[in-house]
């Protein structure tokens, strides 16, 4: 039989000595072994084969059954509101380059003359920009 500690024993460890690894973390993030874009374009292929492997055993759902919503809300609450006003600024330039193609295609897109308040001709209105933004993300040669 394997010897090995508690899990007890492991997470405390953990937790006493990962903190302390910030430095190795910025430091293999700065210089990894290989380049990170080119191993994972590379690996489509397995991360396509995984995917639908886990979609077939109906891995997700599971494993969202197995955490639960107080499991979510309580991890979530506890690390989530620290980091997230940080987060937003530090990714406002990303958030911006992101978006502004698809604030330009609204910006083009003809919309359908407006209707009176409950005409459900309001409706196509709605459709236009949905199509729009939906062949621009896809590429189709639709957008507008």
């Known amino acids: 039989m394997a010897q090995i500690r508690s899990a007890a024993e492991i ?10 690894r910030t430095e190795d973390y910025r430091l293999g993030v700065q210089n990894p072994r ?9 690996a489509e292929g397995t ?6 492997a886990a979609a077939a055993r109906g891995a997700f759902a599971k494993g969202v059954r197995e955490a639960g919503t107080i499991k979510w809300q309580t991890n979530t609450l506890l ?6 006003a940080e987060g937003v600024q530090i ?9 502004a193609p698809y604030r330009d295609v609204i ?12 005409d459900p001709g309001n ?8 199509q729009a933004l939906r062949a621009k993300k896809v590429g189709s040669a639709r957008a507008a």
């Open 11 to 20: 997470a405390d460890k953990w937790r006493r000595v990962t903190p302390g």
């Open 34 to 42: 290989v380049d990170w874009e080119n191993a994972t374009a590379a």
């Open 47 to 52: 991360w396509r084969d995984g995917v639908t």
């Open 79 to 84: 690390k989530g509101p620290g980091r997230f």
């Open 91 to 99: 990714g406002v330039e990303a958030y911006e380059r992101g978006f």
């Open 107 to 118: 910006e083009r897109t003809v919309l359908p003359p407006r209707r009176p308040k409950g």
């Open 123 to 130: 409706i196509e209105r709605v459709r236009a920009i949905a």
